[in-house]
């Protein structure tokens, strides 16, 4: 079973012992906001306060996605003093640096 709430959320249970109320950790909400588990007691506890989802009902109706990653576009930086082009900022201020070092 899958229960989403807020990503990266610690989700506790309250216990009182001898009149003394304390906060005891049950579980963490990953990036995506899900946790995932079979243990019947969470389930039972975490479906009054987030939505409860069964894997296998999700798994039949979304299919695995294929994600394409952006295509980079390189920024290109000139030189004004000289006009050198660069594609890597670092070679462009290694570059300015060597046109102040010549200045002085």
Known sequence: ??????????VSIRTKKFGEIK????????NNGEYRTNDANIIKKASKHFNVIDEVIIESIIPDII????????????CKTCGATFTNVGDFFAHAREHKRSVK
Do not use: H, Q, S, W
């Open 1 to 10: 079973m899958i229960i989403l709430g807020e990503p990266n959320t610690l």
């Open 23 to 30: 906060k005891k950790p049950l579980f963490r909400f990953d």
């Open 67 to 78: 994600i394409e990653e952006p295509e980079v576009i390189a920024i290109k930086r000139t």
